[in-house]
Structure formats: structure tokens, C-alpha cells
């Protein structure tokens, strides 16, 4: 679907506007970055309770293989870092499209579900990525693109005990566990996992089916609809990664400290883009890490900052950057040199021409809270 100004529409687009929502262009869609209650309660409403998010305009794929689920997990993992051969039916994994010289095109979800693998991509990155799969692994694997389906986060304390009022079973799943129910005669797919640091789910639905299930969540009293201001907050207060700031293709999994999501297995034995210069890197270290950032004072400090030593030398680059209503201050991820990477470090960052003190602190600002058995 199409808006006036060209930009497209999520399912949800008439509710935001019936909402109130103040609607943005992301990604070539028009998204509500906010509602009438304002980015700081939205951030509280879901930290606090249960918050509803659209992110429908993620790239929802299928990848399927004649060898059936193993066999498109290892053409798979001719394009990622992490171990997808392995991957039980019903498990999921984060991981990232790399390219030649270790860099990120992408970072996405991989759901291992009965005879294929189900990845959601970042919005921004959808076209690409989906010409790099079918570049890469069209002649071994079906690439369906899933356009004709929504995709919602309910994230908060209280979301899953919500959402257990729609599909009950739910509440079995543990984090990094999705499973499919039908609801209303549509199929669900629900994962537990989300990018807030709070427990949730969310919810891939056909895209006719979308409003209403939004509807029956937003009947329930803790449910609020959330916008991307917030769910940018939260996920900084969480110390996740947000493609094009904190990761592109100048960035290594290991100088973003994502070498937790390389299993052992991929870590000695390679086989995907830049292979050699991220084990390389995971022997010998690295020049640069992403850190997280405390600026001294109430003033948050924004991706584009420079980082500089006493000296007034630019030494680092602030990614991402806002203020914390959880944390009750000021956040920030930044690169600064390995040397000074160490939790407790006083820098500085330049905001209008002016040097304000920030500490090196370790993320995530705010404690995970997700659920696991």
C-alpha cells in the first residue's frame, strides 16, 4: 500500500492515524514515531507494563531448500557467522550477513520452523538483502519474500501474560523459542524475542488480519501502542545494536562486541564473507570496540559526536545517543580505541563545540529481562 506522499503503509497505518500517531518516513514507510502520550511514557508504558509495537515494515523471507531445513541452514551459513545447521525446529538466532572484509551489510533473526528457516531483516536493508540471498543462494534454496504479512512486538512484563489471553500456549515459550498457533482461523507466528531487553513477543500475522489483532491487544487495559521514538530508547537503554549506526560495513561483529553470536564451531572453522579477518580478530583483538557511554550532566549526547582524548585528539565516534528514562539520564554507544575500552575511562564528547565529560560503562544500562527456562 502506497501514501499520498509515496511512501508506503504498514496495515496498521489507519489505526496510528485514528491513534493520533505523528507518522515519519523510515525506511520508505510512513511509521508513527509517537502518539499523543509522548516518547518518554511510551518508553515507561513498556517498561513498566505492555507496549505494542508495528514493525511490519521488517522484510519477513522464507528460505527453503529441496534438501529441506538442514540443507538451506547450510547454504545459509555460506553468508553468516553463526552455526544454522544445528538450529532445532522451533529455536531461533541472531546473527549478521557479512561481507569480504568482515563488515556488516545487515544484521537479521533466523527461526529454524519444520521443513525451512524464517528470517526477519531490517527494513532499510530488505531490498538488498534479498538480492544478496538470491545472488548467493538462489540456485540451492527458495527465497519467498512473505510480503502479504504484519509484524508485531508486544514487549513489557505484562505482554506475554496478554497475549496468553489470545494463545495460551504461549506462555510455554522460552526466550528464543517461536512456534505457530492459529487464531481466528489465521496462522500465527509467535516468537519470544524482541528488542526492547523486556520480555515479549512477537507476532507475524497475515497483513487482513493485522488491525484486528491489534484491536483485541489494545482492548486489553495494560496494552499501549508504542512508536519508534520509544522502541529507539529502549533499545539503547538494552545496549542493542541499531543498523546504519552502531553497525554497518565498516564495522566487525567482534568491534561490536558481537562475538557471542558466533558459535565455537564458526569460530574455528569459517566458510562465510570475511571469515579470515574476524577470526583474525577474534585471536589478536581488535583496534576499535563499541562501548557503552555515560555523559556526565542531563544534556544527551548524539550519534555523530566526536569522541576526544584530554588532549583534544578525536580518538571515537558516538553511534547512538539519547536520553534514558529508565536510567533517568543520558545514554550513548560509541567506537573509542581498545586501550581505552575499559568500564570507569573518562573521555570527552564534543556537543556544540563544547567538551562534556562521558564515562566508558559497561551495557547494558538497563538490566535484560528476558525470559528463560
Not at 561481507?99 to 556488516?104: F, M, R, T
Not at 512473505?146 to 508486544?154: E, V
Not at 555515560?294 to 548524539?302: D, L, N, T
Request: charged share 20%.
Amino acid at each position: 500500500m502506497q501514501a499520498r506522499d509515496g511512501l508506503k503503509k504498514t496495515p496498521l497505518y489507519d489505526l496510528h492515524v485514528e491513534q493520533g500517531a505523528r507518522m515519519v518516513p523510515f525506511a520508505g514507510y510512513a511509521m508513527p514515531v509517537q502518539y499523543p502520550a509522548g516518547i518518554l511514557a511510551e518508553h515507561r508504558q513498556t517498561r513498566q507494563s505492555a507496549g505494542l509495537f508495528d514493525v511490519s515494515h521488517m522484510g519477513q523471507v522464507r528460505l527453503s531448500a529441496p534438501g529441506g531445513r538442514e540443507a538451506a541452514a547450510g547454504a545459509l551459513e555460506t553468508l553468516v557467522p553463526a552455526a544454522m545447521t544445528a538450529l532445532s525446529s522451533g529455536r531461533m538466532r541472531y546473527t549478521q550477513f557479512t561481507n569480504d572484509s568482515g563488515g556488516i551489510l545487515d544484521d537479521l533473526m533466523v527461526t529454524a520452523m519444520g521443513d525451512h528457516l524464517y528470517l526477519v531483516i531490517n527494513a532499510a536493508c530488505k531490498d538488498a538483502d534479498i538480492a544478496h540471498l538470491q545472488a548467493n543462494l538462489g540456485g540451492r534454496c527458495e527465497i519467498e519474500v512473505l510480503g502479504d504479512r504484519a509484524l508485531l512486538a508486544l514487549q513489557g512484563p505484562k505482554a506475554v501474560a496478554a497475549f496468553a489471553r489470545l494463545v495460551p500456549d504461549c506462555e510455554q515459550l522460552s526466550f528464543m523459542q517461536a512456534a505457530t498457533w492459529d487464531l481466528d482461523g489465521e496462522r500465527l507466528l509467535v516468537s519470544r524475542s524482541g528488542y526492547t531487553g523486556e520480555d515479549g513477543v512477537e507476532v507475524s500475522v497475515p497483513g487482513h488480519a493485522a488491525e484486528a489483532l491489534a484491536r483485541r491487544l489494545l482492548d486489553m487495559p495494560e496494552v499501549d501502542l508504542i512508536g519508534l521514538g520509544a522502541r529507539d530508547s529502549l533499545r539503547l537503554e538494552a545496549g542493542l545494536c541499531l543498523y546504519g549506526h552502531d553497525i554497518d560495513t565498516t564495522t566487525t561483529p567482534i568491534e561490536a562486541g558481537l562475538i557471542w553470536s558466533i558459535q565455537k564451531a564458526r569460530r574455528d572453522g569459517g566458510g562465510y564473507p570475511g571469515a579470515e579477518v574476524i577470526q583474525r580478530q577474534i585471536k589478536d583483538g581488535t583496534d576499535r570496540r563499541l562501548v557503552g557511554l555515560k555523559p556526565e550532566g542531563r544534556a544527551p549526547v548524539r550519534d555523530g559526536a566526536g569522541i576526544v582524548d584530554d588532549d583534544g585528539n578525536v580518538i571515537g565516534t558516538v553511534t547512538s545517543g539519547g536520553f534514558g528514562a529508565t536510567v533517568g539520564g543520558p545514554v550513548a554507544m560509541g567506537y573509542v580505541p581498545s586501550d581505552r575500552a575499559t568500564p570507569g575511562e573518562r573521555l570527552n564528547a564534543v556537543v556544540r563545540g563544547k567538551s562534556l565529560p562521558i564515562d566508558v560503562t559497561a551495557m547494558p544500562f538497563v538490566p535484560h529481562r528476558y525470559h528463560r527456562t
